[in-house]
């Protein structure tokens, strides 16, 4: 009777070691498989791009523009419209270094219905008339996706480029 309770002990024993095995493996499955979306999902995430992207325009510029960014940036944007997103960044943000003199700068991005893009700055401003070449190429892109592109003073000096494309699932 004892002999027996002693075996069965033993396979249940062995059963359980088996299955806190398994397990072990899963979890370090799940754990490398959470840590390689990660890696890849942070740094290609639009959101890490905008601000790397901003970063990398500092030392142009002279000063690090405020970053502000709403709503559901990695999730509701595809990844075309954030590519269009990023070259309008950059072109705004190459405007603002070269012709503006300014002394600071918002980046403000938002995910709505639409999305919308916000670069101000407290420089010079936009002169009347002259060449339209990468304010051109911004309105094009907007328009392009059913958007808009406008540029307008900034009460208190500079300029407010606005830049919207609607989003397709809304
Ligand atoms: N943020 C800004 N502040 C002051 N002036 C600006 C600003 N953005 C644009 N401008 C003025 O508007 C003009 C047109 O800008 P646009 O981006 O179309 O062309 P560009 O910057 O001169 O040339 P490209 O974009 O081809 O390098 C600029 O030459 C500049 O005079
Ligand atoms: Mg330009």
Redesign the pocket.
């Known amino acids: 009777m004892a002999a027996i309770k002693i075996t069965q002990k033993r396979e249940v024993a062995v059963r359980v070691q088996r299955a806190v095995d398994d397990l072990d493996d899963t979890i370090r499955q799940i754990r490398s498989s959470i840590f390689a979306l990660q890696a890849t999902g942070d740094e290609e995430s639009l959101r890490s791009r905008v601000h790397a992207l901003v970063d990398s325009a500092a030392e142009q510029l002279g000063f690090s523009p405020s970053v502000r960014l709403d709503g559901l940036l990695d999730t509701a944007v595809d990844e075309e419209t954030g590519e269009q997103l990023l070259a309008v960044v950059r072109?705004?943000l190459?405007?603002?270094a070269?012709?503006?003199h300014?002394g600071e700068a918002v980046v403000a991005i938002d995910v709505g219905d639409d999305l919308t893009l916000r670069?101000e700055?407290d420089?010079?401003?936009?002169?009347e008339g002259?060449?339209?070449?990468?304010?051109?190429?911004m309105t094009d892109r907007a328009e392009g996706c059913g958007g808009s592109c406008t540029?307008r003073p900034r009460p208190g000096g500079?300029?407010i480029?606005a830049w919207r494309v609607p989003l397709k699932d809304g």
């Open positions: 072109e705004a190459s405007n603002v070269r012709h503006a300014a670069v700055d420089g010079v401003g936009i002169g002259g060449r339209r070449s990468g304010l051109r190429n540029t500079g300029t480029l």
